[in-house]
Nanobody, 125 residues
């Protein structure tokens, strides 16, 4: 089992930055591929970014490409999402997700086995 805990959400003005953290409680962190998803009010959950278990491959939704960066730190069992140039449309609950090894279909939420509780990000205009 892998337990995930997100942190770092909050209220920020448009153009500002936030860094989300996803701490994983597991001794198999280096075997885990991870992703970030978000869900805005009244909308379906959508893919934001993903990183392979080695950290060598990252993928992004077109809407965040160039503004967001996903990374991981094996020493701290943590996956990060650095969000820059935030826009009001980035407002959502952000979720961390994880799965073992595979990076196939990385943008599909159904392939992820483990989920955090989410952290709210609000971007004011």
């Amino acid at each position: 089992q892998v337990q995930l805990a997100e942190s770092g959400g909050g209220l920020v003005q448009a153009g500002g930055s936030l860094r989300l953290s996803c701490a994983a409680s597991t001794n198999t962190f280096n075997s885990i591929a991870a992703g970030w998803f978000r869900q805005a009010p009244g909308k379906e959950r959508e893919f934001v970014a993903a990183i392979s278990y080695s950290g060598g491959t990252t993928k992004y939704a077109e809407s965040v490409k160039g503004r967001f960066t996903i990374s991981r730190n094996s020493a701290q069992n943590t996956v990060y999402l650095q969000m820059n140039s935030l826009k009001p449309e980035d407002t959502a609950v952000y979720y961390c997700a994880a799965r073992y090894y595979s990076f196939d279909s990385y943008s599909s939420e159904i392939v992820y086995s483990f989920w955090g509780q989410g952290t709210q990000v609000t971007v004011s205009s």
